[in-house]
């Protein structure tokens, strides 16, 4: 086919299609290749330098203390698992590492903190969760490839233009905001209304409603790996998580309590015996950090426990997927991944250590309150002045808008796009300190 992208063995060429031809591509590159170059040097990856992962980017308990993780350097290691992991398991690492990069797009400023305010703000306008947001950025909001609007007829943003294979392994939840039929008790969702289009694009080659392609999970694995254990390793290196405490029955029982509560870190139903077995495997490793010092030895012993939790997530996934898959390739619908129960059980006891002891500090709850507080206010206070208020791709969105319920949506997506530091210095802007 003329203009055809070469793309790997064991996907066709629908899968390397894209939803607006761009013919001319020279030979050198998989369509898989050219995605994952589109979002690395796309200007949505470069903004998740200054977005919250647990800790702010600027926070230091002491003025010695290391940089946390910011959701740009998880979105790096959740690519390096993540690619490792396709590897392993034969499906393209290329697009599952592309799929990596771009999962966190979506994420506003100051992360899940952000995505509660915004998610209030617009409930009557349709919602807001940062997968959804996600796809919005690079179907629409990322600017590269232009194409004719079907009703105007007037130049608009086609986002990224990325492969259908790509697009759906960033979907972790694909369904729309009315929700999974069976995990009702869920508020994911992938996808908003109005960008169903371009969503029923993506998923044509579906066998099945909701059913996650095997890059997508694979991705998802990978998400929760780097999150679980990194996000721990930031607790303990700031000092707030004090592995003493989970030594005797009162600690351990927070955790998992915390872990086993409804709408957290385990599945529901899960028994609270299992996650205790799971603290307890964990805690019977040699490399577990019993205690943390702040030394170079002990800062040996932490990333080789984060090494080994790791290690000890993929190899476990990958063992259980090839028991039940054999040794093939494992592309996007002829399998899924399995990953052990134990194992999900560990990952989720992980979680809620880092929740309790870092994100429910009363410090970092009067910070996540006033973080809520600032952006409801520069919503109304962006809306109360658009569209001079907007950037101009924002403007140009607001004053093509036809109703008030898509002139909103302009605003929401103009605060998506901010950094922690942006969105302080605008609130500074619109929202002058009394004297």
Not at 291 to 320: I, M, N, W
């Amino acid at each position: 086919m003329a203009g055809q992208e070469p793309f790997t063995t064991g996907y066709g060429e629908g899968c390397a299609e894209r939803r607006y031809p761009e013919p001319g591509k020279q030979p050198g590159r998989t369509a898989f290749q050219r995605d994952r170059a589109r979002i690395q040097h796309s200007e949505a990856l470069r903004r998740l330098a200054d977005v919250t992962q647990v800790l702010p980017p600027q926070h230091r308990g002491r003025p010695w203390d290391p940089a946390p993780r910011t959701r740009l350097t998880h979105s790096l290691e959740c690519a390096q698992i993540g690619r490792d992991l396709a590897t392993a398991l034969g499906c393209d690492s290329d697009l599952v590492e592309a799929a990596c990069l771009a999962h966190d797009l979506g994420h506003p400023p100051f992360g899940h903190v952000g995505e509660q305010a915004l998610a209030e703000l617009a409930a009557d306008i349709g919602g807001f969760e940062a997968n959804a947001q996600t796809l919005r950025l690079l179907t629409r909001l990322e600017p590269k490839h232009l194409t004719a609007d079907p009703v105007t007829g007037r130049p608009t943003s086609a986002g990224l233009n990325l492969t259908r294979a790509t697009l759906d392994a960033t979907c972790k939840y694909p369904w729309l905001r009315a929700g999974h039929p069976v995990r009702t008790g869920s508020r994911k969702f992938g996808v908003y209304d109005e960008d169903r289009p371009v969503f029923d694009w993506l998923r044509a080659s579906s066998p099945a409603p909701y059913r996650r392609c095997f890059e997508a999970q694979v991705m998802d694995w990978a998400d929760d790996i780097a999150y679980c254990v990194h996000d721990f390793e930031d607790g303990l290196r700031a000092g707030h998580i004090d592995p003493a405490r989970l030594a005797g029955p009162a600690g351990q029982q927070e955790v998992i309590s915390l872990a086993a509560a409804p709408g957290s870190y385990a599945p529901p139903g899960t028994d609270p015996h299992e996650l205790a077995d799971a603290l307890g495997r964990l805690r019977a490793q040699s490399w577990w950090p019993h205690r943390y010092e702040d030394s170079p030895r002990g800062h040996a012993l932490l990333k080789h426990a984060a090494a080994q939790l790791v290690g000890r997530f993929c190899h476990a996934a990958e063992t259980a997927t090839r028991a039940v898959h054999g040794p093939g390739p494992l592309t996007r619908y002829n399998a899924d991944l399995i990953v052990p129960g134990p194992v999900r059980m560990e990952a989720a006891v992980l979680k809620a250590i880092t929740a309790l002891y870092v994100m429910r500090r009363p410090a970092q709850l009067r910070l996540r309150t006033a973080q809520q507080e600032l952006l409801a206010e520069l919503a109304h206070a962006l809306l109360a002045q658009a569209p001079r208020s907007l950037a101009p791709v924002f403007q140009y969105q607001f004053l093509q808008a036809t109703d008030d319920r898509a002139r909103t949506r302009a605003v929401i997506d103009q605060i998506s796009v901010l950094t922690d530091t942006h969105a302080h210095a605008l609130h500074a802007q619109y929202m002058p300190c009394p004297v």
